[in-house]
């Protein structure tokens, strides 16, 4: 619906920019009469879609001016910019779109292999501006000039879905780091008490199961008490104190092996579905994909994690489908698309975003067209379109 709105929107600012236009040309000529035709056309609605060749002369009425269209440079990063043959769309297009709306300027697309190649096309003059999933940072500020942020996100990881048996999981890690060593402890802890005790009381007896000197004896009450943990103890205590204390040992030892299978099972069922990268601190001496030229390839690299490089994106993705790659750091809003639509069941983002970034329109160093684009972006941004097509792309559907 809000796609209607944009376009009546930019008839109708094309119609006020043709009537200024009509001004300026001699009253006798026979082109303001074309002109006049073709407005009452546009009045009275076109038919939708305008055929190509139609589509030219109404723009070139609305828009005569001279000027080359603006030379746009992008890269396929999906869902901010997709390709389909030679259609573009996404979340970056579409904004892009509306923005040369509202600013009432042509442009046409051109698409570079990787965003370090965006930016030295940008850098180079080689294009007007660049619009993709370019992240501002304090190295790029310095070289460019950015649009305030378009989109708010940041580098997260994703791992293999642990379900389908990535490289990622380690139950004996997950063992050794969960509760279950300090269970072991405790359940030790009460062996040694109640070895103690039994040894203590029981050696009074004539008949005791146990010698009455401290060797062997208590390691033959230790042996009682351990078995007894277990629920397998043979011989029962003779003395009447120490048939007490076995009692209650028993009643205990039910509850523990309770407690301690809960536990375990606990333990193996969550290695199992969380695999055993959980955050940036589990990818010291793994390898990890991203794509070229990327801020994250760069946080990778900084904290001398083993990082592969792949210019599409399709390709870091493949790396970790095929276990070329471990897992995957990348841009929080691609991530997420991925795991949602063509990764689904496949994969798995782990952890919060754990380097925040923001977008930005990327434009060389003092080009005017920087402001022109605050300002139209602004207005978008007021105006409801943003948010409209922010929702589009971004708000989850089931
Ligand atoms: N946000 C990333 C960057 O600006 C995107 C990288 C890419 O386009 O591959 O570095």
Do not use: C
Request: aromatic share 10%; charged share 15%; proline share 5%.
């Amino acid at each position: 619906m809000h796609v209607l709105l944009i376009k009546a929107k930019t008839w109708f600012r094309k119609l006020a920019i043709a009537r200024v236009r009509m001004a300026h040309v001699p009253k006798s000529s026979l082109l303001r009469l074309g002109l006049a035709l073709l407005i009452a056309l546009l009045l009275l609605g076109w038919p939708h879609p305008l055929p190509a060749s139609l589509a030219q002369t109404s723009t070139a009425v609305a828009d005569p001016s001279t000027e080359a269209p603006l030379r746009v440079a992008t890269r396929v990063l999906p869902p901010f910019v997709m390709q389909q043959g030679k259609d573009l769309s996404g979340f970056s297009i579409d904004l892009w779109r509306s923005l040369a709306d509202e600013m009432g300027v042509k442009s046409t697309f051109e698409v570079y292999p990787n965003v370090t190649k965006l930016l030295e096309a940008v850098g180079a003059n080689k294009a007007d501006l660049g619009i993709a999933a370019i992240s501002i940072n304090a190295e790029r500020e310095q070289k460019f000039d950015f649009s305030q942020p378009i989109f708010s996100g940041g580098l997260q990881i994703m791992v293999l879905d642990p379900r389908l048996g990535g490289a990622t999981a380690n139950p004996l890690k997950s063992i050794f780091t969960s509760t279950l060593p300090k269970l072991l402890g405790w359940a030790l802890l009460m062996v040694a008490i109640v070895t103690h005790i039994v040894w203590l009381v029981e050696r009074q007896h004539a008949e005791a199961m146990i010698s009455k000197h401290y060797f062997p004896g208590i390691f033959e009450a230790a042996w009682w008490a351990a078995l007894g943990l277990l629920g397998q103890a043979e011989q029962m205590p003779k003395g009447p104190l120490a048939r007490a204390i076995a009692l209650f040992w028993m009643v205990a030892s039910v509850g523990f092996i309770a407690y301690f299978t809960a536990v375990f099972t606990t333990v193996l069922t969550v290695q199992q579905l969380q695999g055993d990268i959980q955050g940036i601190s589990d990818l010291a001496g793994r390898t990890v994909a991203t794509t070229t030229g990327s801020t994250a390839s760069e946080f990778l690299r900084q904290n001398r994690i083993n990082v592969v490089e792949f210019q599409t994106i399709d390709s870091v993705y493949g790396a970790l489908l095929n276990r070329q790659a471990e897992a995957v750091v990348f841009d929080s809003g691609v991530l997420s698309y991925y795991a949602t639509h063509d990764g689904r069941n496949q994969v798995q983002i782990v952890g919060d975003i754990f380097k925040p970034e923001d977008y930005g329109i990327v434009v060389p160093i003092g080009s005017p067209l920087g402001k022109q684009i605050d300002v139209a972006l602004l207005k978008l941004k007021e105006n409801g379109t943003y948010q409209a097509l922010y929702d589009q792309f971004f708000t989850p559907t089931d």
